[in-house]
């Protein structure tokens, strides 16, 4: 059987190349996953012009048909997003509002194309949100097609008003440790059973 593959779109705000704690808990969910054998790789979405918009295809140079194909080629599925005023990123709604646009694709057995795909969250910040923020993303993935698996979400949050990142610390806390190789052991294992066993097609019954 092939080896699974994953994809993170990080979300921050920044633009590369300066560092970003978004970016750097993403790369630990991907090393998580790499662990149990998924071939990885990571997208900063603000480096790219990605158009506001509801289809997959904006035009004018919208570069989210790009990404888009490399979210179809995998089986999971990161987003990682700091937190800003208790949300998630503009940056991460922007992808949300994109992959609307996948409620109407389906594959050749009529099913929405992000069936059969798994989808985890990770989140940062210095402020109250991470549950929400979660919440949110997870939610509106599962209503686009994605899997969510069981305690799918990583999360760090720094003292409120304060200026530690996640990038700042020495060593990450051994609970955020635990729950970022959690997440991934989980959606590895979830993306390996709907690979062996997908959803089905709608035969038309009631």
């Known amino acids: ?41 990571s997208v900063r979405v603000v480096d790219h012009d990605v158009r506001p918009g509801v289809k997959t295809d904006m035009g004018g140079g919208d570069q989210w048909p790009t990404i888009r194909r490399r979210v179809l080629d995998a089986d999971i599925l990161v987003i990682a997003t700091p937190i800003w005023l208790g949300h998630p990123s503009s940056v991460a709604q922007r992808v949300l509002e994109r992959l609307d646009a996948e409620l109407s694709e389906t594959d050749e057995r ?35 097609g994605f899997t969510v698996p069981a305690q799918a979400g990583t999360y760090w949050v720094g003292e409120a008003m304060q200026s530690v990142d996640y990038q700042d610390l020495e060593e990450v806390p051994e609970a955020v440790a635990s729950t970022t190789a959690g997440a991934a052991r989980n959606a590895v294992h979830l993306a390996r059973l709907l690979r062996s066993h997908p959803y089905p097609a709608d035969d038309g019954d009631a």
């Open 1 to 41: 059987m092939p080896e699974l593959s994953a994809l993170a779109l990080v979300c921050t705000l920044t633009p590369s190349p300066t560092p970003s704690s978004s970016e750097l808990m993403g790369r630990h969910v991907l090393e998580g996953l790499e662990r149990h054998g998924v071939r990885t790789s």
């Open 110 to 144: 009529g099913r929405p194309v992000m069936y059969d795909k798994t989808a985890i969250v990770a989140v940062v910040g210095n402020e109250d949100g991470a549950h929400k923020t979660i919440a949110d993303l997870t939610q509106a993935l599962s209503d686009v």
